[in-house]
């Protein structure tokens, strides 16, 4: 009789447990997933720190490209139309504005380098970025299925507990009336006990996914409409 009424009790948890697995993808929101991973992208600080080294990387290629006549340095002086012609210290002062452009040649020929440098570097920096924001979907996404697993396994061990709750409340009503022996009303104390503990640590499971989930997207799920 106890190994009957336990092979239906085992039958029983598979069926429930097999429904839940089935019903996993069918509760899966590919709309509020993608919220999720728009979210994170402008929520999560590393993924912040990425698009600043991008932007940065990018400013300095604009900068460098600005800086191309940097290599070039004018200069002018004036002497007044009241002295003399010529001057007798240095007899190329002449009356009037004189203008002069220096060339410096180390700084002409780096110039290339200097801009190519920079290019590589913000090439660099977006291919981080953009390598960062596929792991940022992924984990997001990751995530995500996690929670929906965890909160399944949280509704089969909530109804798995209370179908034994109510089966070891029978137990025990038959018990006191002599129905069944001592040892079916302990086996099914057991189970109830066991089945009350795996909730607990579903409960704790799922309250773990749902806070590495918010942790990406800088929001409580139920503040995500």
């Known amino acids: 009789m106890k190994i009957r009424n336990l092979a239906l009790t085992l039958l029983m948890f598979f069926a429930i447990n097999a429904s839940a697995q089935e019903s996993l993808l069918t509760n899966v929101d590919n709309k509020l997933l993608q919220k999720y991973i728009d979210m994170a992208i402008q929520y999560y600080p590393r993924k912040k720190v990425f698009n600043a080294y991008e932007t940065k990387a990018k400013s300095d290629v604009a900068t460098t490209k600005m800086s191309v006549f940097d290599f070039l340095n004018a200069a002018y002086i004036y002497r007044p139309d009241n002295k003399s012609v010529v001057d007798a210290l240095n007899p190329y002062n002449v009356n009037g504005f004189q203008f002069g452009l220096n060339v410096s040649l180390g700084a002409l020929l780096s110039r290339p380098s200097a801009i190519k440098s920079a290019n590589e570097t913000y090439k660099a920096a977006k291919a981080q970025n953009d390598d960062y924001l596929i792991a940022l979907k992924s984990e997001v996404r990751t995530k995500y299925y996690d929670f929906l697993l965890r909160k399944s396994n949280l509704s089969l061990r909530n109804q798995s507990s209370q179908e034994l709750r109510v089966a070891l409340t029978d137990a025990k009503l038959k018990y006191e009336r002599s129905q069944i022996q001592v040892d079916v009303y302990t086996a099914a104390k057991n189970m109830s006990v066991e089945a009350d503990e795996l909730l607990l ?25």
């Open 201 to 225: 640590g579903a409960e704790a499971s799922y309250l773990m996914a749902k806070n590495a989930l918010e942790d990406l997207i800088g929001s409580k799920l139920e503040d995500v409409k």
